[in-house]
């Protein structure tokens, strides 16, 4: 009998612990997640209420000093360069973690690990564009370098002494949940969080276009998408004068394009409307007659930030700004006698190559009159409770051949290979090492000599006067129309014979009109000597901001700060009054029907959140689009139709043009009846909404959210920010993209900085810094960002010495 | 008496090593604790049981209150019950159960190893 009562408690018992310690399907070990001391409940404290006044450092010469203020920003204090940043990895580490490694296994093509067999396409695209592949490409260009080596060594060893120093109770709670535990991160990991930006920032419609010119016609394509906008408002001053002599290129004497209907799934691009500003005012402009210069990269609102503030100081410099987790410096920031910022300069980075195989197996491809050699890359997608995932991905000059009968595609012979500059040799840690110390102009543009990828628009200002704006990457010389459509691998004039020389990138410096600035629109003017296109340019926000700028006089911080918050639609500016005239109103006689009316006729065009207008304005637009456009939908093809600049015009210039009219319908249509019709969508979509949600003001229909980068964690998420904005609005704050970092200084005997992003310094979702600051953002607050001293403890949050 | 005794030690052992260690290390130090005070296994379950238990609400309780966090609401919505409370609950019968198995399983462990009595009133 005693044993018998042994052997039950025993079975029981072990049963039990097994049981709670393993994962069941998607749910964790139960005792690792809610034992209180080393499961989700530790996870619970704020970064305050575990701080430390001493943490055990190793490797460092002298012993490093970390403020934190109120917000939880630290502001460091090293010795030295390699000190400075081996504090910065394990800083970075103990609030970001999790987002470190998950953003670089994401960008490696290794979230299967984590997550299971649902990211093997995921990653399995991310492999075959090459993310992986640049970035050692990448880091064999930073090694080359001892100095820039050495640092991303420090910047690596102190993550992983933090990695190391971690319990099961100071794990991130994402850990616990997918139960797994960070490995060590390497240099690589850097390198690959940089590629992690360049695929979010770059992306190309080629194989859109290519279907489009199939289906159109090139004559039709190019009045549908010409080359440049009538109002061309570009980032470098249509006045200036190029004084150099541009590097010559052979163009193919007849272009043939591959003829294909390509019925392919594109790879995702960047969400239309994502994109940034930055600008800089000279003194003579400013009341204070200092400079003032403003950032704000709009990306994707998740939470994790994508950004992290720090203030890095040496004995020789003071930086402040944004940093991106895993990267080193400082982004977007100023230090003592300079500032600078970033904007998307995207320029057709990536093109498209019919690769011609020699035979099945794609050993060897067509070049010229020579068959040349491909490279196999086999790529083993480790999976979560499964075996390994293999896939041979086919290596040609271009790059890899993302398109086979493997991967998107039913077709035996669609082979394309994909060329982009983020699979180059790169200095970008470079770049931000040097920029984080410049003294002036020439510091800067030393700095940006570094820089390849994803091409930016630099702004820049300094105490001593300069404004400047310079963008850079690493930009292929291309003749007219070259990389617009999926080109013809094996005739070389089709490839990139030459790069622009750096110093033929398109800058300015101190110009006549008082101010430099960006918002992802055109570069430049007509006359500037190479090609310049790509189909993603601004024609809005880039417009409403030089037209500001252009008429302030006297500007102080403040007006900075307001124009970043700036909410005027400039489009529905633009298209309203276009579409009022079109639309016939005798038509529409409900009550309903004269309300939305009269709302839009008596509207100001700022896209506030309490306004109602731009939700109207928003959805009628968006209706009319789906009218003109329904046949264009209805090709079983990946297109893209006309952006909405070219649309007003066509409505406003050419509103019986043939390309409203449908073929396939008795009547004949034109822009009018896409208005009207479209106005008729509108009121059935806004009974709906109105039945269903009741308030259509503009914040409750936009529904601004910032979500965790996990998506099925809802509840570490922000649902409906009250915001203004919206794409193409300087404020440009849509559902899910928006300014992920504002930043205004204004430089002088000590920078007179502020800052704000939609998040909080810390990862953990449990911290009361997670989210803080998402609140007073929606509001175009700002937090003090101003330097400070290692003396300066006032209302510090907490202090802490590494050593 | 003892039932107190051993509820008392059984709080005393989760508090001091669980900190420190896994959950099972604990399972282990319950089951000898509960092996030398020797109560009957119904009683030792109970002894067990509640100790644990009584820690695991406190702790979480305490945890979830001095922190002020949103995290045991958000993580009661990721999981799909009620609130951060229902969590404190649910964590509480873990620690239930998690102690009373292992003092039961202390308690007939020496039930097993203490010689039969028979042989007392003998010679």
Known sequence: MKYISLIVSLILSIGFAVLISRPIDSVPPLAGLLDPNHGFWQNTLSEDQIAEDEIDLENLSAPVKVIYDEDLIPHVFAENELDLYRAQGYITAQHRLWQMEFQTHAAAGRLSEIVGPVAIELDRMNRRKGLAFGAEKGLAGMSSQPEVEAILEAFSDGVNQYINSLSSATLPVEYKILNYRPEP?????????????????????????????????????????????????PVIEAERVWAFEPIEIQAPDSTTYPDDLLVLDPLPAPEPGIGSNNWAVAGSKT????????????????????????????????????????????????????????????????????????DESRRQYKFGEEWRDTEFRIEEIKV???????????????????????????????????????????????????????????????????????????????????????????FPVKWEGQGRFFMDGADPLMDWQAYIPFDQNASTLNPERGFVSSANQHPVDPSYPYFVWDRSYEHYRNRRLNNQLRQMNDITVD????????????????????????????????????????????WDFYADPNQKAPTLFYIWWDKVDDEVWKEWYAWDAPITTPNNYQ?????????????????????????????????????????????????????????????????????????????????????????????????VVELGEQPNAYGIYPGGQSGNPGSRFYSNMINRWSKGEYIDFSLRSVEDTQEALFTTTLN | ?????????????????????????????IGVVSALIGLPGFVSFLAGAIGMGLVWVGQSFYLSIYSGSDLPQMMSELIGVGSGMTLVAITGVLGFIIGGLSAWSGSALRSALKPTPDNIYKG
């Open chain 1, 287 to 358: 009341k204070s007659g200092r400079p003032i210069l403003a950032n704000d990269p709009h990306l994707g609102l998740n939470l994790p930030s994508i950004w992290y503030s720090m203030q890095l100081t040496t004995p020789e410099h003071s930086v402040k700004g944004a940093t991106l987790p895993g990267a080193i410096g400082v982004i977007s920031g100023f230090n003592e006698n300079i500032a600078w910022g970033v904007t998307n300069a995207t320029k057709d980075a990536r093109d498209w190559y019919k690769i011609t195989f020699k």
């Open chain 1, 384 to 474: 979560k409770g499964q075996e390994s995932f293999i896939d041979t991905v086919v290596y040609t000059h271009y790059g890899p051949v993302v398109y086979d009968k493997t991967f998107r595609s039913d077709r035996q012979d669609v082979n394309f290979s994909l060329k982009w500059t983020a699979h180059d040799e790169s200095q970008e840690v470079k770049t931000f090492i040097l920029m984080n110390k410049a003294k002036n102009h020439d510091d800067y543009n030393a700095a940006l000599d570094n820089y390849i990828a994803p091409p930016q628009n630099f702004v820049f200002a300094a105490k001593d006067g300069d404004i400047a704006m310079r963008i850079q990457g690493k």
């Open chain 1, 185 to 233: 991160w390497t240099p690589y990991k850097s390198a690959l969080l940089l590629k992690y930006m360049a695929d979010m920032l770059m992306g190309d419609a080629d194989l859109q276009f290519s279907n489009l010119r199939k289906i159109l016609g090139q004559e039709m394509v190019d009045k549908l998408f010409p080359y440049f906008p009538e109002d061309n408002d």
């Open chain 1, 647 to 743: 649309m007003v015009s066509l409505m406003k210039n050419e509103p019986d043009s043939e390309i409203f009219d449908h073929g396939n319908t008795e009547n004949v249509e034109n822009a009018s009846t896409h208005v009207n019709a479209g106005f008729e969508s509108m009121l059935a979509r806004m009974a709906e909404w109105e039945a269903e949600e009741g308030d259509y003001s503009w914040a409750n229909y936009k529904r601004t959210s910032v979500r965790h980068l996990v998506p099925q964690f809802e509840s570490f998420s922000v649902s409906n920010v009250y915001t203004g904005g919206g794409r193409g609005i300087l404020n440009a704050t849509s559902e899910r993209h928006g300014a992920s970092w504002r930043m």
């Open chain 2, 1 to 29: 008496m003892k039932f107190i005794g051993l509820t008392f030690l059984v709080v005393l052992v989760v508090g001091i090593i669980n900190p420190f260690f896994p959950f099972w290390i604990v399972m282990i130090c």
């Open chain 1, 559 to 602: 007006d900075m700060k307001a124009l970043q918050f700036d909410d005027y639609y400039l489009h529905a500016a633009e298209a309203l009054p276009v579409m009022m005239e079109l639309l016939d109103e005798s038509k529409f006689d409900s009550d309903d029907a004269k309300k939305y009316i009269q709302e839009l006729k008596s």
